[in-house]
């Protein structure tokens, strides 16, 4: 497994390299990186299936089919309709990435195109809200409530979200991520979300100190006309902001999000930002 997990943190940066150069527009050299991709990643599957838990297969299958299909589209002279997005691909990247994460029942959600892939699977629907809270005793852990986003155009999202997740220092997700319930514009330049609306994190605030983890919120609105999910910018919380705060703004950032915390680029030069509350509680 070790092995394994050493593989996927190769496989990993290869795959946000290639998402890179697709954003970027470099073609030629993302279609190379997906196909080479996609075939180191069938043959993972069928060399370590014994070593992998079936929701790690279907995760590594879809992205391989993910990877495939995007690889066509971008080489299609005519296009390809049905073919994942770069948008789709950065949703990809973010999912594999807690292939393995900690608790290991973690695993890639499917992408739109993987499902259609996927044909007639059936996709089993995981409700947050029903899977009791882990905490183990004796530590500290962070409850948060997102309170608003500011956008200069928050009214044209829709069914917008926040996502949250915990990553260490090196980009490895530390727990599964979660998801707010849809948020609503106040009408001027903020998404307002509930005060139920609470992330409570698994991770405690001694094993992010210990792995130098941080937390990272991902704003998420509707495409209608792509029908999909995408990711318009994200904020990021490390541990020396909760020592004189309980209140945060948190700066806004220009996506794909980067959980090893190396490209960080400001999404708007205005005061909008990210609020959140937080409170720790002590077990």
Known sequence: MEELKTRHSTWTQRLQDAVQADGWGQVLEAVEAYEELATEL??????????????????????????????????????????????????????????????SSVHPLPTPAANKADGNEELEDVEESKRPLHRPPDASYLDIQIVKVGLKDAVAYVNPTIVVSVHDKDGKSMEEAKETSVGKSDGAQHIAFGKNDVIQLETSLERMQERGGAVFFEFYHYKAKKRKKSCRCWALLELDELRNASTLALELYQKPMDPKRKRINLFTVKDLFLHVQLTTQNL
Request: no cysteine; charged share 30%.
């Open 42 to 103: 069938t043959a993972a599957l069928k060399e370590q299936r014994a070593n992998l838990s079936s929701e790690q297969q279907t995760a590594l299958r879809r992205t391989a089919r993910a990877l495939e299909d995007r690889a066509r589209g971008l080489s299609s002279v005519e296009g390809d309709q049905d073919a994942p997005t770069a948008d789709d691909m950065q949703t990809t990247l973010q999912a594999f990435r807690s292939l393995f994460a900690e608790p």
